[in-house]
């Protein structure tokens, strides 16, 4: 595992350190659910069926890119005084925008059209772990911890694409995806410490992972969906 001294504390997890650019061998080498916390890997039958369904994949990992995107710019309008929020949301939207129109190019490049949007279980059955009502940091906590969810699955999976999908261009392509979504993960964990103690977050965090789990192992293995 990694060094001691990268070992997060706070949430009880191995976390990236800086720039995830910076560290491709750590997040390759390692078992992904174990350095991002998730209770659950992924049934290894997903990716099986996923190499399988090109097209279905990348349609829905296209709106997966624009629901990320879209997830920043709600966080920025619900809590516009929150300038470190704000100011780190912008550049997370830009760049999942930036993804989105990377995941239309590989379409494009194979003669598919984006089709339309699916329905999303996962992230639906995720947003029912936000507590409504009480104070408004613990309610943004839980936003951006279940973003941090939403961002752990997405890197493990994509690391899952990279290394069984046979199209190389798409190998690479999902392997660099992965990095950033490790990226965007540690962002997200880090915003919730900004917003509340840590021991509070620790504590939710490890309520939400074994939530997350709870849901994995009952949705449908489906190949033509990213989560």
Known sequence: MPDEQDQDQTCGIYLIIGPATQYPILITQYPLPTMLGLKLPTDPRWVNIATKSIEDILVDHAYCEQKAASNGISL??????????VETMTDLVAEEWSHFERVLAELKKRGYALGHKRSDEYAVKLNKLERKGGPADRQLMDKLLISALIEARSCERFKLLSQEIEDE???????????????????????????????????????????????????????????
């Open 76 to 85: 920025i309008v619900q809590y516009p005084d929150r300038t470190r929020l």
């Open 169 to 227: 261009d798409l190998r690479k392509f999902y392997y660099e995806l992965m990095v950033s979504e490790a990226n965007h993960y540690t962002t997200f964990l880090e915003l919730a410490r900004e917003y509340m103690p840590e021991d509070v977050v620790k504590a939710r965090w490890q309520e939400m992972l074994d939530a997350e789990a709870d849901i994995v192992a009952n949705l449908e293995i489906r190949g033509d969906r990213m989560h």
